[in-house]
């Protein structure tokens, strides 16, 4: 098992508490998620790259810290954020308990998605971490671990000591969380769950108030509105994944909304939209794709000149009988035939997930069950991720 003190964690000061006078810093790191600090006071931080599929740490912690600054609010507390909003800043160990020492907090909180070996397996469960022989210590992890055990659903595998930095550096009762692994396949089916992750910020933030007596409901507050310009400029930056829908899950927002950001998008990105194509006949547009007006790649070529599948393939057909004289249909082979529970096997030549992640080596020439099938792409068993059909055999 990984473990590393690279992880998010929370500090309170009770004299604050007194006089509602809270001030929490939120420190994020690129391989080491988030870190919370608070004056009555919160600090979160983690190290572990991320899943086999590609996703980070970083962003199953951001949401969850997201979540539980929210609900910290709620209670009345006051957040400040010294992070670099982008996850790219990697801040060091010392410098993390140096900062919680400093603002004299009374609890420090690490938050951490675990790994084991780097390969899928059915190892699984929440664990949380306190300095060996700390009394108060194993008093926070006990007021706070039940919680996270709980809204997560995954096997309890105790309270734990342990000689990590995080805890053995600070001079206030601290806690390591390690929530589940990424590289499970029975915890990354609740990691990719954000209703699951909002969840758990919620129980973070309830149980941390129930620690201190803070009585009350949260009102969490209401995240920050962006503009479209903003939230197009954070998915050209990379900010929200890739695909559509998950992106759109990460902004929070309506399809509408999104329909107007994949715009502004497009328009920054100098693709044309659909009205810059209109009027024209398939036979226009399949001169100007032999002519190179609209690049290379069918996606490409469909995206510039803003049409749906079914009018470009008119126009794939158009363009293929002017320069073969012969129909599409009978010039392209059939696309590759799979079903649910065939073996198949990953081409070494394999270089990316249909997902756009990159595919581990290991992964590469191995078999495979098919669990799920779409169009173009595959569900694997076993690696849990999707793979081109052009990709396997």
Same mark, same amino acid.
């Given at each position: 098992? &990984? !473990? +590393?003190?690279?992880?998010?964690?929370?500090?309170?000061?009770?004299?604050?508490? $007194?006089?509602?006078?809270?001030?929490? $810093?939120?420190?994020?790191?690129?391989?080491?998620?988030?870190?919370?600090?608070?004056?009555?006071?919160?600090?979160?931080?983690?190290?572990?790259?991320?899943?086999?599929?590609?996703?980070?740490?970083?962003?199953? %912690?951001?949401?969850?810290?997201?979540?539980?600054?929210?609900?910290?609010?709620?209670?009345?507390?006051?957040?400040?954020? !010294?992070?670099? *909003? +982008? =996850?790219?800043?990697? &801040?060091?160990?010392? +410098?993390? +308990?140096?900062?919680? %020492?400093?603002?004299?907090?009374?609890?420090?909180?690490?938050?951490?998605?675990?790994?084991?070996?780097? /390969?899928?397996?059915?190892?699984?469960?929440?664990?949380?971490?306190?300095?060996?022989?700390?009394?108060?210590?194993?008093?926070?992890?006990?007021?706070?671990?039940?919680?996270?055990? =709980?809204?997560?659903?995954?096997?309890? /595998?105790?309270?734990?000591?342990?000689?990590?930095?995080?805890?053995?550096?600070?001079?206030?009762?601290?806690?390591?969380?390690?929530?589940?692994?990424?590289?499970?396949?029975?915890?990354?089916?609740?990691?990719?769950?954000?209703?699951? $992750?909002? /969840?758990?910020?919620?129980? !973070?933030?309830?149980?941390?108030?129930?620690?201190?007596?803070?009585?009350?409901?949260?009102?969490?507050?209401? *995240?920050?509105?962006?503009?479209?310009?903003?939230?197009?400029?954070?998915?050209?930056?990379?900010?929200?994944?890739?695909?559509?829908?998950?992106?759109?899950?990460?902004?929070?927002?309506?399809?509408?909304?999104?329909?107007?950001?994949?715009?502004?998008? %497009?328009?920054?990105?100098?693709?044309?939209?659909?009205?810059?194509?209109?009027?024209?006949?398939?036979?226009?547009?399949?001169?100007?794709?032999?002519? =190179?007006?609209?690049?290379?790649?069918?996606? %490409?070529?469909? #995206?510039?000149?803003?049409?749906?599948?079914?009018?470009?393939?008119?126009?794939?057909?158009?363009?293929?009988?002017?320069?073969?004289?012969?129909?599409?249909?009978?010039?392209?082979?059939? *696309? #590759?035939?799979?079903?649910?529970?065939?073996?198949?096997?990953?081409?070494?030549?394999?270089?990316?997930?249909?997902?756009?992640?990159?595919?581990?080596?290991?992964?590469?020439?191995?078999?495979?069950? &098919?669990?799920?099938?779409?169009?173009?792409?595959?569900?694997?068993?076993?690696?849990?991720?999707?793979?081109?059909?052009?990709?396997?055999?």
């Amino acid at each position: 098992m &990984v !473990l +590393t003190d690279a992880i998010p964690s929370i500090t309170r000061n009770t004299a604050s508490i $007194l006089s509602s006078n809270v001030c929490l $810093l939120l420190l994020l790191d690129i391989e080491n998620a988030p870190n919370i600090v608070v004056k009555s006071f919160y600090y979160f931080s983690v190290y572990h790259s991320g899943s086999i599929s590609g996703e980070r740490e970083w962003s199953f %912690n951001n949401k969850v810290v997201t979540s539980a600054v929210r609900y910290l609010e709620g209670y009345g507390i006051d957040v400040l954020r !010294l992070d670099d *909003p +982008t =996850g790219k800043t990697d &801040v060091p160990l010392t +410098t993390r +308990t140096n900062k919680a %020492n400093n603002w004299g907090a009374d609890i420090l909180v690490s938050y951490h998605h675990n790994a084991n070996n780097g /390969r899928w397996g059915n190892w699984t469960g929440t664990e949380t971490y306190y300095y060996p022989g700390a009394s108060t210590g194993l008093a926070l992890a006990k007021a706070i671990h039940p919680s996270i055990v =709980g809204v997560m659903g995954l096997r309890d /595998r105790g309270i734990k000591t342990a000689n990590l930095h995080m805890v053995r550096e600070s001079r206030m009762p601290a806690i390591l969380i390690e929530v589940g692994f990424m590289d499970s396949t029975i915890d990354i089916k609740v990691m990719r769950d954000d209703d699951k $992750l909002e /969840r758990a910020g919620k129980a !973070l933030a309830d149980a941390i108030a129930n620690y201190f007596g803070v009585k009350g409901q949260s009102k969490p507050s209401k *995240p920050e509105s962006k503009s479209i310009s903003k939230m197009a400029q954070e998915v050209i930056a990379g900010k929200h994944g890739n695909g559509h829908d998950a992106r759109r899950k990460s902004l929070g927002i309506t399809q509408a909304e999104y329909d107007k950001v994949r715009k502004e998008v %497009n328009r920054r990105s100098g693709i044309k939209t659909a009205s810059k194509s209109k009027g024209k006949t398939v036979a226009q547009m399949a001169q100007e794709v032999i002519d =190179g007006k609209h690049g290379n790649g069918h996606a %490409n070529r469909r #995206k510039s000149l803003g049409v749906s599948s079914s009018v470009y393939n008119k126009v794939k057909r158009e363009v293929n009988r002017r320069l073969t004289g012969k129909s599409i249909a009978s010039s392209m082979p059939k *696309p #590759k035939s799979f079903s649910v529970g065939q073996k198949v096997t990953v081409k070494k030549s394999a270089s990316k997930f249909a997902t756009g992640e990159s595919i581990a080596d290991f992964v590469k020439g191995n078999s495979y069950t &098919v669990k799920q099938v779409k169009s173009d792409r595959v569900l694997l068993s076993g690696i849990m991720s999707w793979v081109r059909k052009s990709d396997v055999y």
